[in-house]
Every structure is written in C-alpha cells, then in structure tokens.
T-cell receptor, first 112, second 113 residues
C-alpha cells in the first residue's frame, strides 16, 4: 500500500462543466502521475509532476490541466468536460530512484 | 517509439491449468519491464518486474523472464486459481525516461472451477 487515495471515486457530470479530481498521498513521494484507462488502449499518461509546482505533459494531455501546490496533492482538472473524457482515471506515485510506479484505486468519470 | 504488444483476451482456463500471457516490446535503449494486475473494481498492482536481460521476475507463483533476443516478457503460472481472474498489463519504462511508463492494452484472464 503506497498510501494513495483518490477522490471522488465515482462522478457523473454533464458536458461543458468543469471537473477536478484529487490524488492524495501520505508518504512524501516526489513523483506523481495521472493516467486514463480506456478499453483497447490500456493506460495512457495524461500529466505528471516531479515536484511542487513542477509538472509536464504526457501522451494525452489535451483538455486536461494539473496543479501541485503541495507535495501530497496532485489535482487533475477538466476545464470543460466532454463525452470523450468518460474514462477511469488513475493516479500513481513513483518512489525515486526506483522506476516502479504504484497506483491509486481510480476514479470512474462519466460525462453525459 | 516505445510500444508494448499483448495477446488479445479473454484467456479462459480451468483451475490448475498452465497460464501463458504473451508480451512483446519495441524499445530503444534498455527498458525495465513490468507486469501489473488489476482485480475487478480495483487499481493496478505491481505483480513482478525485471530490469535487465535474462532477469526473471517472480511473485505469487507467476514468473516472467526478460528476453532481449526475442524482445519478450511472457507471463507464466504453472497452476492458476479462480482468484487469479483479473486483467494483466505488461509495461515498460526506459531508463532514460522513467516517467514514461508504456502499457499494453491488457489481457483479461478468466479462471473457472
């Protein structure tokens, strides 16, 4: 258990509304990640963070923004949700210098 | 670019059968290789990993050997149980870019009594 929680665990929203997902970790890890999981695609990296206020884009970053104002929290924001963003979102941490990433329980998002 | 290819599922087996889930990769450099498992309704859990050629990762009766000559990392288990039913993901990370974890599409395993 890497001490990762995600909130909310489930959310239903309407197209065009803003949505923020939260990832919280309790073990002071420097690296944090947001992925989305979709059938036929596995997991794809959205954004990641390598420290407070230090973030970078992943493979599928369009339509998403992130913020990290504290070590323990990494927020993913959909500024204006679209149906194509219906997915399961996973947060992960990496225990540097190891390469292994550990995942949270996921947030299931449905955009109507 | 780097990529991972997994066999299509679902894989359906009877309890105590032998399991193989194929995984091949394309990568520059010398990636580390991982198998993650996702049980229904849960997040991904690391199952095993290997960081260099000929390394064998093992955990909970599962094994996978890093084969550089065939660019493969096949997952095996000698005798599966119903509780092994899950989705299995193969993944790689390049030592030059450890933040760029590349996943396969996942293989669903269903084990019946």
């Amino acid at each position: 258990d890497a001490g990762i929680t995600q909130s909310p665990r489930h959310k239903v929203t309407e197209t065009g509304t803003p949505v923020t997902l939260r990832c919280h970790q309790t073990e002071n890890h420097r690296y944090m990640y947001w992925y989305r999981q979709d059938p036929g695609h596995g997991l794809r990296l959205i954004h990641y963070s390598y420290g407070v206020k230090d973030t970078d884009k992943g493979e599928v970053s369009d339509g998403y923004s992130v913020s990290r104002s504290k070590t323990e929290d990494f927020l993913l924001t959909l500024e204006s949700a679209t149906s194509s963003q219906t997915s399961v979102y996973f947060c992960a941490i990496r225990q540097s210098p190891q390469e292994t990433q550990y995942f949270g329980p996921g947030t299931r998002l449905l955009v109507l | 670019g780097n990529s991972v290819t997994q066999m299509e599922g679902p894989v359906t087996l009877s309890e105590e059968a032998f399991l193989t889930i194929n995984c091949t990769y394309t990568a520059t450099g010398y990636p580390s290789l991982f198998w993650y498992v996702q049980y229904p309704g849960e997040g991904l859990q690391l199952l095993l990993k290997a960081t260099k050629a000929d390394d064998k990762g093992s955990n909970k009766g599962f094994e996978a050997t890093y084969r550089k000559e065939t660019t493969s990392f096949h997952l095996e288990k000698g005798s599966v149980q119903v509780s092994d039913s899950a989705v299995y993901f193969c993944a790689l990370s390049d030592t030059q870019s450890p933040d760029k974890l590349i996943f396969g599409t996942g293989t669903r395993l269903q084990v019946f009594p």
